[in-house]
């Protein structure tokens, strides 16, 4: 499973973004969907995901309200929504793929990883 990510830019705080997951390769509707954020010097971390048709859905903390995960399986399609950002939100945005959804927010349970996508949130 190939997983391309595209929506990252900068805007200022206050701003929105919504970014999206392109998924080639294999059956897409089969695989459990995340997002993942990495700052400069920091670790990745969760930030939301979904079920194989977002029936259930996880967020972190940090993004609940703000951030809302969808699906489209017709066009493969995995997209975050993002709203209210603050300077906070600034990384490298990861969309990831796992055909067994066993462990919904830790990057150690899934497969499938995109390149990334960076997001700047200007104060």
């Known amino acids: 499973l190939q997983l391309v990510e595209s929506g990252g830019g900068l805007v200022q705080a206050g701003g929105s973004l919504r970014l999206s997951c392109v998924a080639s390769g294999r059956t897409f509707s089969s695989y459990a969907m995340g997002w993942f954020r990495q700052a400069p010097g920091k670790e990745r971390e969760f930030v939301s995901s979904?079920?194989?048709?977002?029936?259930?859905?996880y967020y972190a903390d940090s993004v609940k309200g703000r951030f809302t995960i969808s699906r489209d399986n017709a066009k493969n399609t995995v997209y975050l929504q993002m709203n209210s950002l603050q300077p906070d939100d600034t990384a490298v945005y990861y969309c990831?793929?796992?055909?067994?959804?066993?462990?919904?927010?830790?990057?150690?349970?899934?497969?499938?990883w995109g390149q990334g996508t960076q997001v700047t949130v200007s104060s």
């Open positions: 990831a793929a796992v055909f067994e959804w066993s462990a919904p927010m830790w990057p150690g349970g899934y497969d499938y």
């Open positions: 979904c079920s194989w048709n977002c029936a259930s859905t």
